[in-house]
């Protein structure tokens, strides 16, 4: 199972930018799929999460700014970053908290997938 993200950029505040992020492998389902991001000197912290049910749960910082959808036909997640502030800079990375998938003789878990992380820089 890999999570491979794409759409970050440069922007200036007050833009918008629409991140991607896609799980391959042969993946039966995903439950919990989010955003995370982690700026220069600082901790990761948790951006945005949605349930397979579509159930959402937002960071206080980016309420209102953002917002994560997904399509689980096509096991990608997206983020949808409007009205950004220089302190949205940072390494956004994707995350699948449980995969099903398929390994060519059995069904079985992956937990905590990662993707490769995606640079958002806003200036002001």
């Known amino acids: 199972v890999q999570l491979q993200a794409s759409g970050g950029g440069l922007v200036q505040a007050g833009g918008s930018l629409r991140l991607s992020c896609t799980a391959s492998?042969?993946?039966?389902?995903?439950?919990?799929m989010g955003w995370y991001r982690q700026a220069p000197g600082k901790q990761r912290e948790l951006v945005a999460t949605i349930t397979s049910g579509g159930s959402t749960n937002y960071a206080d910082s980016v309420k209102g700014r953002f917002t994560i959808s997904r399509d689980n036909a096509r096991n990608t997640v997206y983020l949808q970053m409007n009205s950004l502030k220089p302190e949205d800079t940072a390494v956004y990375y994707c995350n699948a908290d449980r995969v099903r998938y398929w390994t060519g003789r059995e069904s079985t878990y992956a937990y905590n997938c990662w993707g490769q992380g995606t640079q958002v820089t806003v200036s002001s």
């Open positions: 492998g042969s993946i039966f389902s995903i439950d919990t």
